[in-house]
């Protein structure tokens, strides 16, 4: 193989790319799925910026592999919108309305469902995003949540102390009441996971409706004061540097260049401040 250039284990490249975690691409050498300039790989081997690597037969461009910078993007969903690239139904989906990558594509970093806007991450390295994403990584996500319907406080501990969903148990880590009357009564609520419509659903596990529904924080990151629906901006090197540090990544900002400095499009940049709706907030909790 090329030595040309700096080499990197192999798992670790397609890991980057976003095709998996870093013992997924294992499993993938280890069955004879990778090949590097027409040999079929294996365990141990490594890559650079000249060698030609395939999965599948299909070559992975190297610009995926060897990112020129890492970034993380903020975007404020609106309604309407879905986390795919792809919709049967053909609904307008966010990638369509965020800023082009001259190398590589964005990853989303978890989903959001329809109806729910607020903060969503995405990144050009795979291996951030699927960190993030996976349970272990001990991340929580704040939610800004207007209900209708009785809630006693009976119905908020079961909700900390944990219900049974149909794709298993489920409990909020933390509930903050924020007040408000009839059917425009806010809560924030925290929880550790990312399921499929698992905030909503948990709500209705004690027959109380969402009416509205708002990410407001994913770990270390906050949706800005001033942000809007569909504002999207680069984080900041100290903001990056948090969402390395959880998932025990902070050696990348040694091996890829990071923006310095942020700054939103479509608008002026804003300070991370607390949301309108986060008058009192859970307590963000580390793994």
Same mark, same amino acid.
Request: aromatic share 6%.
């Given at each position: 193989?090329?030595?040309?250039?700096?080499?990197?284990?192999?798992?670790?490249?397609?890991?980057?790319?976003?095709?998996?975690?870093?013992? !997924?691409?294992?499993?993938?050498?280890? $069955?004879?799925?990778?090949?590097?300039?027409?040999? +079929? $790989?294996? +365990?141990?081997?490594? &890559?650079? $910026?000249?060698?030609?690597?395939?999965?599948?037969?299909?070559? =992975?461009?190297?610009?995926?592999?060897?990112?020129?910078?890492?970034?993380?993007?903020?975007?404020?969903? %609106?309604?309407?919108?879905?986390?795919?690239?792809?919709?049967?139904?053909?609904?307008?989906?966010?990638?369509?309305?965020? %800023?082009?990558?001259?190398?590589?594509?964005?990853?989303? +970093?978890?989903?959001?469902?329809?109806?729910?806007?607020?903060?969503?991450?995405?990144?050009?390295?795979?291996?951030?995003?699927?960190?993030?994403?996976?349970?272990?990584?001990? +991340?929580?996500? !704040?939610?800004?949540?207007?209900?209708?319907?009785?809630?006693?406080? !009976?119905?908020?501990?079961?909700?900390?102390?944990?219900?049974?969903?149909?794709?298993? %148990?489920?409990?909020?880590?933390?509930?903050?009441?924020?007040?408000?009357?009839?059917?425009?009564?806010?809560?924030?609520?925290?929880?550790? !996971?990312?399921?499929?419509?698992?905030?909503?659903?948990?709500?209705?596990?004690?027959? =109380?409706? =969402?009416?509205?529904?708002?990410? =407001?924080?994913?770990?270390?990151?906050?949706?800005?004061?001033?942000?809007?629906?569909?504002?999207?901006?680069?984080?900041?090197?100290?903001?990056? &540097? &948090?969402?390395?540090?959880?998932?025990?990544?902070?050696?990348?900002?040694?091996?890829?260049?990071?923006?310095?400095?942020?700054?939103?499009?479509?608008?002026?940049?804003?300070?991370?401040?607390?949301?309108?709706?986060?008058?009192?907030?859970?307590?963000?909790?580390?793994?």
């Amino acid at each position: 193989m090329n030595d040309t250039s700096p080499s990197e284990r192999l798992q670790k490249l397609l890991a980057r790319a976003g095709l998996g975690s870093r013992r !997924e691409m294992e499993r993938w050498i280890e $069955a004879g799925r990778v090949s590097v300039n027409g040999r +079929i $790989a294996g +365990i141990g081997d490594s &890559a650079s $910026a000249e060698d030609k690597v395939r999965v599948d037969g299909q070559p =992975v461009p190297p610009h995926r592999l060897f990112p020129r910078e890492l970034r993380v993007l903020a975007y404020y969903k %609106p309604e309407g919108l879905v986390v795919s690239r792809k919709d049967e139904q053909g609904r307008d989906n966010v990638f369509t309305h965020l %800023p082009r990558l001259n190398n590589g594509r964005w990853i989303a +970093i978890g989903r959001l469902d329809l109806t729910t806007t607020g903060l969503l991450l995405f990144s050009n390295d795979g291996e951030l995003a699927n960190l993030l994403m996976h349970p272990s990584s001990g +991340i929580d996500r !704040e939610y800004a949540v207007r209900v209708r319907g009785t809630v006693d406080n !009976e119905t908020l501990q079961r909700l900390r102390d944990g219900v049974e969903l149909e794709d298993g %148990p489920a409990r909020f880590t933390d509930i903050v009441d924020n007040g408000g009357e009839g059917s425009n009564h806010w809560y924030h609520v925290a929880l550790m !996971e990312g399921r499929n419509r698992e905030v909503r659903r948990l709500w209705e596990s004690q027959g =109380v409706e =969402v009416s509205r529904l708002m990410r =407001v924080r994913f770990g270390p990151v906050f949706l800005p004061r001033k942000a809007r629906p569909g504002r999207f901006w680069d984080l900041e090197r100290e903001e990056i &540097a &948090a969402l390395l540090d959880w998932v025990g990544l902070s050696a990348r900002l040694k091996d890829v260049p990071v923006p310095k400095q942020g700054g939103e499009r479509r608008g002026q940049r804003t300070r991370q401040s607390r949301h309108p709706e986060q008058r009192q907030r859970p307590r963000q909790r580390r793994r």
